[in-house]
């Protein structure tokens, strides 16, 4: 099963593979790759079900998704141009 990244708010996907900070996102797949993203998010990252729930909170930049690929954080507020 690949790896789907939806809002946990309204269930879309990423607009221009870019993920929006403000927003909670929930990822599905298979446990191994949930395991992977999971141990690679660390605290943004929090198992409900068969599901992970993230939330960037603040943080904004490029994450890298094992099994996903990279993903960019973005905010209304800050982009990763903001932060050295």
Known sequence: ???????RR?????ADGKLRG?????????QEALNDIAAALGR???RIG??????FGNAVGIFEFPHYGR???VSGKWSRTDFD
Not at 1 to 7: A, D, G, K, N, S
Not at 10 to 14: I, M, V, Y
């Open 50 to 55: 068969d599901v992970l729930l993230v939330s």
């Open 44 to 46: 943004l990252a929090e």
């Open 22 to 30: 403000e927003l909670d996102w929930l990822i599905s797949g298979d």
């Open 1 to 7: 099963m690949p790896v789907e990244i939806r809002t």
């Open 10 to 14: 309204d269930g879309q996907p990423p």
């Open 71 to 73: 993903i960019e954080v």
